[in-house]
Structure formats: structure tokens, C-alpha cells
């Protein structure tokens, strides 16, 4: 007898067809049979050893984060219940360009501390790995060999691969090292990766040529991979930006996932519209391009990301050398607030946007929830002072939110038909973006049943079938039979992100079931102890 039975559903399958009411019986960690209206068909009903009475609630695939950063979480959190209980079954790490493998003794310290604000500094982590694959491994274990909370992929970030190849300098690689960098790629993405990742307004990644990246992509392309691109600004440029990367990815014949596809600061209120439009002129001439956002208009990062390029070159000890000196912390400060760094998109900052959201030394928790500018007036003195106090005190750990975003913005790209949702969610910090614990019901409670920007078949299509097949997953994404049985049930009436920016940690509401390989993680609500996530590795 097969091992559950979710009795009458209305299942949204994630084909972006209409619902339908039906049993859908799970055996062995895979939807085993789907027997639609079954009640009124008066047919021999499925058995199994579990019923689960579904009445009233929605049946969908498990959601797919785009863009996550628990590299580190999984591994330190079994309960990741930031995740599990918003219906994420599966999240794509190694963002932005930055993360733990391929690496070295040398960069698997200097990535560590260069990211202290995205994933903590990794003290209580045993790094026992070093190349992709042993990280992959690493996750299937998880915790004492059971495994992690939800299913996790990986893209090789380009970064990195440069640190181990090149260093923190700001300079064009020598042909040796782009060799080394193809070598590198080509192992990340033969030991499972899914494609690759840069951050091109963080450093080393962003001093990459456009060659240099159109040759790693033209690596990733020759393993069914992606490029997944935060690319080299969202604001001043944004547009000029876009065009560079589908232009470079159309010469590479890369297929081409644009990470948190946002158009912010004042400088693109209302340009959505432009945005798209050269995306469907790209897809009309046969790109292979899909997006995703969060639904949410303030950003987050680190603040040390907004710092001039030149001024972070050579890693995490140099730039606290440079902000040390007096009048090299000046000219940081002029390009910042006059010329418009090109870690803060080309546009000069505005501290009254610039919220701290995470601190890593306890000893500056009150600036945490405040602007910058807010805490200068409180010391009655410049935000700059601020600014550079708290990167010298916190040795660049200070995690932001960015309130530069635009609601119409954020609607008109949702829309858009390849179109999939993100988190970005970092889950560090005294008060992190509530989209790192909120991003998927907001969607369905907000933008579908609030404000219909969406219907509930579309919604669900752009969190699950869409993303599994940017991801290349034939066994995802959708409810069908010999589908793995990573699913969620919620209440369309009531699913809501429970999460603010007053209080970001707070769990969401209506998702009362939760199974990652037909196991529950989340039952009546609540966190079971099951670690069923494993790593997904890329298809061949």
C-alpha cells in the first residue's frame, strides 16, 4: 500500500493550466497517482497508509528560490525554517559571484571574510572541502549523514574562481589564468553545478572583461549550464547594463538567467517598460533569457559593496587599509557622494536610503534599524563619518537595506512571461530584508489575492514549472505522475508573508504542509525534525 494519499485537493500544477480537484497519492518519495475528481466520479478512491484531508487547500509544486544565500545556513541550521515554511523545496546557491567552492586554503579565507555579511563568518562551520563536488557531498550529508532541511543547486561563482585564479587585483587575466579559470568552470560544472554566477559590482568578479566572461560562459554553454549575472549596475546604466549581458551571452550561445532583475533609484522610476521591451526584442531573435525578482521595492547588501572599485581592489585587508587613511577615505567619500561609485550603480549615495540591518561586532547593534543619516544626526556628525566608522569597527561585515526601489517597477517585471521569483534572502544581521522569510507567500497572498497582478495558476507557474526548467530538472516542478513529491498545500485565502521590515523573522501563515521527497517538513504547521534535502545536481 502506498505510503500517502492527499485527499481533495484543488491541485495547481504549475503548467499554468487551470486547477482541478483531486487525490494525489505519494509512494517513495514521488507522486505515484493523480485520480482528479474523484469524490464526484464515484470511482474506487486511492488508499494508502496516511490520508491527508485537503479540503480547501491549494496542492502545488514545491516553490524554487532562484536566488538564495543560506551557503552557510543549510549547513548551520537544520530547522531553516526561513525556507521550509514559505513552501521553498529547493534554492540555487552560490550567488552573485561569491561563495565556498572552488577554493583553496588562501581564498576559501579571504571569500569567507569578504562575505561575513551574507552568510556570517563561518566559525562554527567546518570547512572539510574544497572543489564543488566535496561541497555538493557536504550538502547531501548534511547533519550526522541525514541530510538538509530543502533541496539546494549550485552555481560555480565567477568570482571566486577569479580569487583562485587571479587574485583580488584589478586587471585582465594573463592567458595562462583564463585557462585556469575555463579549467576551473569546466570542473564546478562536471561536478554537478548548474551554471555560473557573477557579482559584477562586487570585487574580483567585477573586474572581468566582457571576453573573459563571454569565454567561461562559452564553457557553461557546453555543459547545458547558465550565466545567472547580478550585472554591472541597477541604477545609472541599468539599461546599457542589460544589453551587455544578453549581447555577451547571445555571442557565448549561453542561456542567460537575470538575478534580481530590478530597476532602481530615482533615475528608472517607471523605465520597466524599457527593460522589457529589450528583452522581448532578444527573445524574438532567439535568446534563450529568463529573470528573477523578489516583490519587494528596498534591496540589501553589504555595505562595503558600495565602495568605488578601485578602493576595494585586492581584498578585505586592503580596503580597511585604504578607509584607515585619512585621505584616501576622502576620495572614497567624494566618489560616493559626488561622482557616483560603481559599487553604488553610478548613482552618488543618499544616506537616508542606506539602512543598517546587521552588524557582526554585538558592540553596534544601535545602529542596527536605522539609516545611516539618522544615526550621523543622533553622534552629530557627517553620514560619511558614520559610514566609514561602522566598515572600520565592523571590518566591512555591515549588512544594508537599500530603499531605492519602485513599486511599478517591481509590478511590470513580475508580469513578464520569463519571469521566476527570488529571495536574495540573506539571513544575517539584527533585522534582515523580511524577503529572506517572505518572498513566496507575499507573492501569493499580496500580488495574487490582494492585488490580482497575478492569477494563482500563473503565480504558481513562475515558482515552480518555470524556474525547474531554467534548472533543467525533468523530474520537478510540476505535479505529474513520477514527479518527486516536493510539495506544498496552503490556504489561498489566508497565505500571507508574516514578515516585515518592523519584524523580519516572523514565519508566514496558510502553508500548513510542507514535503521535500514526500516527507513532510513542515505538518500542521509546524517544523518537523525530517531532513530530507539533498543536493540537485546539474542534468546531463
Known amino acids: 500500500m502506498e505510503e500517502l494519499v492527499i485527499r481533495d485537493a484543488d491541485v495547481v500544477d504549475g503548467s499554468g493550466g487551470p486547477s482541478y480537484r483531486a487525490d494525489v497519492v505519494v509512494d517513495g518519495g514521488r507522486i505515484v497517482g493523480i485520480v482528479q475528481e474523484a469524490a464526484a466520479a464515484g470511482c ?31 549547513l548551520r541550521d537544520p530547522d531553516h525554517s526561513a525556507k521550509a515554511a514559505q513552501g521553498v523545496t529547493l534554492e540555487v546557491l552560490g550567488q552573485d559571484g561569491l561563495s565556498y567552492a572552488p577554493v583553496d586554503d588562501r581564498t576559501r579565507d579571504e571569500v569567507r571574510r569578504a562575505i561575513t555579511g551574507w552568510n556570517g563568518d563561518g566559525d562554527d562551520i567546518d570547512f572539510d572541502w574544497r572543489s564543488v563536488g566535496e561541497y555538493l557531498d557536504r550538502l547531501d550529508s548534511g547533519f550526522d549523514g541525514r541530510g538538509i532541511a530543502v533541496n539546494a543547486a549550485y552555481l560555480v561563482p565567477q568570482g571566486t574562481v577569479r580569487a583562485l585564479a587571479v587574485g583580488w587585483e584589478d586587471r585582465e587575466a594573463t592567458p595562462q589564468e583564463l585557462d585556469r579559470m575555463r579549467q576551473l568552470v569546466a570542473q564546478g560544472m562536471e561536478q554537478g553545478a ?4 557573477s557579482g559584477l559590482t562586487y570585487t574580483p568578479g567585477m573586474y572581468a572583461k566582457d571576453a573573459e566572461l563571454t569565454e567561461l560562459c562559452r564553457v557553461v554553454a557546453e555543459y547545458g549550464g547558465y550565466y545567472c549575472p547580478h550585472h554591472r549596475s541597477y541604477g545609472a546604466g541599468a539599461l546599457q547594463a542589460y544589453e551587455e549581458m544578453v549581447a555577451l551571452t547571445r555571442e557565448a550561445g549561453c542561456p542567460l538567467h537575470l538575478a534580481h532583475a530590478t530597476m532602481n533609484f530615482g533615475v528608472n522610476k517607471g523605465r520597466a517598460p524599457e527593460l ?41 585587508e586592503s580596503i580597511l587599509r585604504r578607509l584607515a587613511d585619512d585621505a584616501t577615505a576622502g576620495r572614497i567619500r567624494h566618489h560616493l557622494e559626488v561622482v557616483g561609485a560603481d559599487g553604488c550603480h553610478g548613482v552618488p549615495v543618499e544616506w537616508d536610503t542606506i539602512e543598517i540591518s546587521g552588524v557582526t561586532d554585538p558592540g553596534l547593534a544601535d545602529f542596527v534599524g536605522r539609516t545611516v543619516r539618522e544615526s550621523a544626526d543622533l553622534r552629530g556628525e557627517a553620514p560619511w563619518v558614520t559610514a566609514r566608522r561602522l566598515l572600520l569597527d565592523d571590518r566591512l561585515g555591515t549588512t544594508i537595506l537599500q530603499h531605492v526601489g519602485h513599486e511599478e517597477n517591481v509590478r511590470a517585471i513580475m508580469r513578464h512571461r520569463v519571469h521566476t521569483g527570488g529571495s536574495d534572502g540573506i539571513l544575517q544581521g539584527g533585522k534582515p530584508h523580511p524577503r529572506a522569510y517572505g518572498t513566496f507567500p507575499r507573492y501569493l497572498g499580496r500580488y ?7 492569477s494563482l495558476e500563473e503565480c504558481v507557474a513562475h515558482l515552480t514549472a518555470r524556474p525547474a526548467a531554467r534548472l533543467r530538472l525533468p523530474d520537478r516542478g510540476l505535479v505529474r505522475e513520477g514527479y518527486r513529491a516536493d510539495l506544498v498545500l496552503f490556504d489561498p485565502a ?14 508566514p501563515t496558510g502553508i500548513p504542509y510542507v514535503l521535500v521527497d514526500g516527507r513532510f517538513v513542515i505538518e500542521d504547521g509546524r517544523r518537523t525534525d525530517v531532513l530530507a534535502g539533498r543536493a540537485v545536481r546539474r542534468t546531463p
Not at 54 to 74: T, Y
Not at 494 to 507: D, Q
Request: aromatic share 6%.
Open 276 to 316: 522589457l521591451s529589450l528583452l522581448d526584442d532578444a527573445l524574438a531573435a532567439g535568446a534563450d533569457i529568463s529573470l528573477d525578482t523578489y516583490p519587494y521595492t528596498p534591496g540589501s547588501t553589504t555595505l562595503v559593496a558600495l565602495l568605488p572599485s578601485w578602493a576595494s581592489e585586492g581584498g578585505p
Open 494 to 507: 489566508t497565505v500571507a508573508a508574516g514578515s516585515s521590515f518592523e519584524n523580519p523573522r516572523v514565519l
Open 194 to 197: 548548474v551554471g555560473m554566477s
Open 448 to 454: 495574487v489575492r490582494e492585488l490580482g497582478v497575478l
Open 44 to 74: 474506487q478512491r486511492p488508499k494508502a497508509r496516511r490520508e491527508l484531508d485537503a479540503e480547501g487547500l491549494v496542492l502545488s509544486p514545491g516553490f524554487i528560490d532562484m536566488h538564495a544565500h543560506s551557503d552557510l545556513a543549510l
